[in-house]
């Protein structure tokens, strides 16, 4: 697939204008369709890396955040898909990358803006290791139908036989998960791969083609953040309830073993709580200009401090004006935040239920606070 071959009726991003689709004529009915019959979204904002080599998957999983040297090898073109991030030695967020795992090695897809200091870190921890890794030319597309599901009451597979057959014919590696709910199969398809013949196909299966736009609305949906636009960096797994097991679409965790910044991950997990937490907000709908990710968010109407910022932000063919935010933890869900830029002013109200809410129960603080308790009773 070529970076320059737009989806029929495409709208180019305004980021990656010669690279990826915005949306295809009609976005609120492609969100739609990625709740009912399934879309096919253009994620070439995304590059591929290539990880090979005999010690690739032990080598690669001491560097990750998340498990990955336990994924299935399950075919050439056939893989679990899972969410990664590298951390800092203080436990932020570095890099991150959707990871799928074939016969041939590890393919991680990254933002462009990121490929090559991801690429720079990876080649720099090789050492002796027997690992190559490069860059390839490979497109990042997904397909996406919240509509489907294990389960076999419904059982509504998220690829058709016919689809998973095409696939195979065309060596595109699929690779399938679940993150934050979104049941996707992102899609590595090779520069071989003839792009227009690919997606006419993929259409003719009942697939409706959209972009990023409806992506986005998918991610502020389920509050699934984007390094490039919803993260600064000093952000922390916890922050974005990004801390678990891989098949919750988790960038780190903490049963894996020993990675850089997870004595800080694991200390948050058992006894602290992390600085912010992120929050999905409903805009106020009265104008039609948005605020742009960075913009700061405010407490009160005067903008006297700001107690956070905004993120990624888009327009959902249910909700309305949608982005996420990243706040101070003591920011209160009716707490109503204020935003402002140099174009205009707005209000906006967080939506709880979406919005990630710190635990504060950790069993290793409450024996903690309970040792602190027992020895001021005998005055220790």
């Known amino acids: 697939m070529t970076t320059s071959y737009q989806f029929p009726q495409g709208v180019p991003t305004s980021t990656h204008p010669t690279a990826s689709t915005w949306h295809c004529g009609d976005p609120f009915a492609e969100q739609r369709a990625a709740h009912d019959t399934g879309v096919l979204i253009d994620l070439r904002h995304l590059s591929v890396l290539h990880v090979a080599g005999e010690d690739a998957p032990s080598w690669l999983h001491s560097l990750l955040a998340q498990k990955v040297v336990d994924m299935p090898v399950l075919s050439p073109t056939h893989s679990e898909l899972r969410h990664a991030y590298i951390l800092d ?3 932020h967020i570095c890099e991150e990358c959707w990871v799928a795992r074939t016969p041939d090695g590890y393919f991680l897809a990254t933002p462009r803006e990121h490929r090559d200091s991801l690429q720079e870190y990876l080649t720099s921890m090789v050492f002796w290791s027997n690992v190559t890794v490069t860059t390839t030319d490979d497109s990042v597309c997904a397909i996406v139908n919240t509509a489907a599901t294990d389960t076999a009451a419904t059982s509504q597979p998220l690829l058709s036989p016919a689809v998973s057959a095409l696939l195979d014919s065309k060596h595109v590696i699929t690779a399938q998960g679940c993150p934050r709910g979104i049941p996707t199969a992102l899609l590595y ?7 227009a013949s690919l997606v006419n196909e993929l259409c003719a299966t009942g697939l409706t083609t959209t972009g990023k736009w409806t992506w986005d609305a998918l991610r502020c949906a389920a509050g699934l953040p984007e390094i490039t636009t919803d993260m600064d960096d000093k952000s ?3 922050e974005y309830n990004s801390v678990g097991e891989p098949d919750t679409g988790a960038g780190a965790s903490v049963t894996k ?6 004595e800080t991950v694991a200390k948050i997990h058992n006894v602290g709580l ?4 992120q929050i999905v ?3 106020d709908g009265s104008s039609e200009v948005r605020p742009v990710p960075g ?6 109407a005067d903008y006297r401090k700001s107690v956070g910022r905004i993120g990624t932000v888009v327009d959902h063919w249910e909700y309305g004006p949608l982005a996420l935010g990243l706040v101070r933890r003591t920011i209160e869900d009716s707490q109503e935040l204020f935003w402002k830029t140099d174009e205009d002013a707005g209000k906006a109200s967080i939506m709880g239920e979406l919005s990630v809410h710190p635990d504060g129960h950790r069993a290793g603080r409450e024996a903690v606070q309970s040792f602190r308790s027992s020895a001021r009773h005998r005055n220790l």
Do not use: N, W
């Not at 398809?189 to 792009?195: A, F, G, H, N, R």
């Not at 073993?257 to 997870?262: I, L």
């Not at 992390?274 to 937490?277: E, G, L, S, V």
């Open 236 to 238: 922390l797994p916890h």
């Open 89 to 91: 030695a203080h436990g």
């Open 274 to 277: 992390p600085p912010r937490r």
């Open 189 to 195: 398809i090779p520069p071989t791969t003839d792009c």
């Open 281 to 283: 907000l409903l805009l």
């Open 295 to 300: 913009t700061d968010l405010y407490a009160d």
């Open 257 to 262: 073993g020993c990675y850089r910044g997870q």
